[in-house]
């Protein structure tokens, strides 16, 4: 099991920026690593996800061009750089991972569906002012 914590968030103005951390208790090595967030009064919905090698990335529409995931595996951490920030981007950020062979998925890929990750962050606040 692998436990996870986030940091980076807080109170931006529309246009700056904010690095997102999400540190592991463990090795993430053998992990797919995505970043989901929950507006107010909105569902959950995936921003980002990375393969377990940082070979393949995805984007929901709205953020690419303007976030950029990543991952140390030696740090047992991923990053969410995020530029750009507009209002409509504010919310709890939760990282999550899921252990690559424990599904039927081509490990080289990272699902962006929330059902695939078992492990989950207390999530960080993100607010956009405009």
């Known amino acids: 099991q692998v436990q996870l914590v986030e940091s980076g968030g807080g109170l931006v103005q529309d246009g700056d920026s904010l690095r997102l951390s999400c540190v592991a208790s463990?090795?993430?090595?053998?992990?797919?690593m995505g970043w989901f967030r929950r507006a107010p009064m909105k569902d959950r919905e995936f921003v980002s996800a990375?393969?377990?090698?940082?070979?393949?990335?995805y984007y929901r529409d709205s953020v690419k061009g303007r976030f950029t995931i990543s991952r140390d595996n030696a740090k047992n951490t991923v990053y969410l750089q995020m530029s750009s920030l507009k209002p409509e981007d504010t919310g709890v950020y939760y990282c999550?991972?899921?252990?690559?062979?424990?599904?039927?998925?081509?490990?080289?890929?990272?699902?962006?569906?929330?059902?695939?990750?078992?492990?989950w962050g207390q999530g960080t606040q993100v607010t956009v002012s405009s």
């Open positions: 463990g090795s993430i090595t053998n992990y797919a």
């Open positions: 990375i393969s377990w090698s940082g070979s393949n990335t």
């Open positions: 999550a991972a899921y252990w690559i062979h424990g599904t039927t998925r081509d490990i080289s890929t990272a699902s962006t569906s929330a059902e695939y990750y078992d492990y």
